[in-house]
T-cell receptor, first 113, second 109 residues
Framework: DADVTQTPRNRITKTGKRIMLECSQT?????MYWYRQDPGLGLRLIYY???????NKGEISDGYSVSRQAQAKFSLSLESAIPNQTALYFC????????????FGPGTRLTVL | EDKVVQSPLSLVVHEGDTVTLNCSYE??????LLWYKQEKKAPTFLFML????IEKKSGRLSSILDKKELFSILNITATQTGDSAVYLC?????????FGTGTSLTVIP
């Protein structure tokens, strides 16, 4: 079984709809991250969380919100989707205390029409 | 503003060639630099570098960091078609990770 899972893997939606992307991990890591990837722009951090009570904005948080329901679950919401939020979204985890490698989920491809 | 820049943006080589990928950075509080490989799916970890001048190796891949000149290189010797991927570098100056835009490597048989 994959250590970091994301659902859905693909989603097409319309402008103005509310969308939730979910991430679950079995690695027991405290730190979880949401990124989006756009062609030519690399990976950009949306939000990150170091534990259930800790939520932090990343580089591009506008238009997004998150919820850390448990150590193992971190959800990303688009309250009112717009076309320029069409992207590949990745969830990642890492162990706490020190800077370590990140482990990425398989990604969710979101298309907003 | 923290910044990570990779070059070249793309590279096409023949099997057996040696390639060098570059990552330069400008960050306010450098602690480490990480390299990832992305093959049409999630990035996978290759190396983490924290000390200048110490080479990390894994098979045909190696990487070194120069903290004085603020860059790292990733070398791949005797390239194979399976090395075709986007190679990303990332720098976490604090709690956030800043990624470069990546170098797309294509290895032709």
């Amino acid at each position: 079984d994959a250590d970091v899972t994301q659902t859905p893997r693909n989603r097409i939606t319309k402008t103005g709809k509310r969308i939730m992307l979910e991430c679950s991990q079995t690695k027991g890591h405290d730190r979880m991250y949401w990124y989006r990837q756009d062609p030519g722009l690399g990976l950009r951090l949306i939000y990150y969380s170091f534990d259930v009570k800790d939520i932090n904005k990343g580089e591009i948080s506008d238009g997004y919100s998150v919820s850390r329901q448990a150590q193992a679950k971190f959800s990303l919401s688009l309250e009112s989707a717009i076309p320029n939020q069409t992207a590949l979204y990745f969830c990642a985890t890492s162990p706490g205390l020190a800077i370590n490698e990140q482990f990425f989920g398989p990604g969710t491809r979101l298309t907003v029409l | 503003e923290d910044k990570v820049v990779q070059s070249p943006l793309s590279l096409v080589v023949h099997e057996g060639d040696t390639v060098t990928l570059n990552c330069s950075y400008e960050v306010t509080n450098f602690r480490s630099l990480l390299w990832y490989k992305q093959e049409k799916k999630a990035p996978t970890f290759l190396f983490m570098l924290t000390s200048s001048g110490i080479e990390k190796k894994s098979g045909r891949l190696s990487s070194i960091l120069d903290k004085k000149e603020l860059f790292s290189i990733l070398n791949i010797t005797a390239t194979q078609t399976g090395d075709s991927a986007v190679y990303l570098c990332a720098v976490p100056p604090g709690n956030q990770f800043y990624f470069g835009t990546g170098t797309s490597l294509t290895v032709i048989p």
